[in-house]
């Protein structure tokens, strides 16, 4: 089955640049998603289409895809980004969708 | 406003079935497809399937086929996850959440999530 590969941490000090990859066969050819989410909540969508933000998400966030890796860049990450963030795309069908295993930012 | 409003927790047996819904209101619900997600405790997202509202279409993860059904009630707006023969590590906080479909993946509102329990 298809598999979306994610760093299980990445660790930034406040201000600095955190940058978070997924890498998966399909990306060339299917959109990333990006997901937030903080203990005990439901996920929050942060990017969508590899490089789209949605309204409401500071734009700190940006997201970026170059051939089989996304990135997700949080540009003066500060301690309230201290989460966990999950890529999502789908296999070759197109509706099959998958997570990858998700990485937790520390901002210390 | 938008609004995804799951069912309240759940404790099973083992080989029992359990059956989650979620209410949706804010919005035209034929217009969007639900999707299913999953997360075991101390663990990651695992996306279930999607169902679609209008069609009546549906699509499963392949580690739940025959075990897993996708429904929707369009005169209350209401999607439902039916997961059968439950096991120990179906245990895990079950969220619905919505998107447009069309390759539209966005996962824009979600559900409170419903944890299940399945323990003897």
């Known amino acids: 089955s298809y598999e979306l590969t994610q760093p299980p941490s990445v660790s930034v000090s406040p201000g600095q640049t955190a940058r978070i990859t997924c890498s998966g066969d399909e990306l060339p050819r299917k959109n990333a998603y990006w997901y937030q989410q903080k203990s005990g909540q439901a996920p929050v969508l942060v990017i969508y289409?590899?490089?789209r933000r949605p309204s409401g998400i500071p734009e700190r966030f940006s997201g970026s895809s170059s051939g089989t890796m996304a990135t997700l860049t949080i540009s003066g990450a500060r301690a309230e980004d201290e989460a966990d963030y999950y890529c999502y795309s789908t296999d070759s069908s197109g509706f099959h969708g998958v997570f990858g295993g998700g990485t937790k930012l520390t901002v210390l | 406003q938008v609004e995804l409003v799951q069912s309240g927790a759940e404790v099973k047996k083992p080989g029992a079935s359990v059956k989650v819904s979620c209410k949706a209101s804010g919005y035209t619900f034929l217009t969007y497809d639900i999707t299913w997600v999953r997360q075991a405790p101390g663990q990651g997202l695992e996306w279930l399937g999607f169902i679609s509202p209008l069609t009546g279409d549906t699509n499963y993860t392949e580690t739940l086929q025959g075990r897993v059904t996708m429904s929707t009630d369009t005169s209350t707006s209401t999607a439902y996850m039916e997961l059968k023969s439950l096991r120990s590590d179906d245990t895990a906080v079950y969220f619905c959440?919505?998107?447009?479909?069309?390759?539209?993946?966005?996962?824009?509102?979600w559900g409170q999530g419903t944890l299940v329990t399945v323990s003897s």
């Open positions: 289409e590899d490089r």
């Open positions: 959440a919505r998107f447009k479909g069309d390759y539209d993946n966005r996962f824009d509102y």
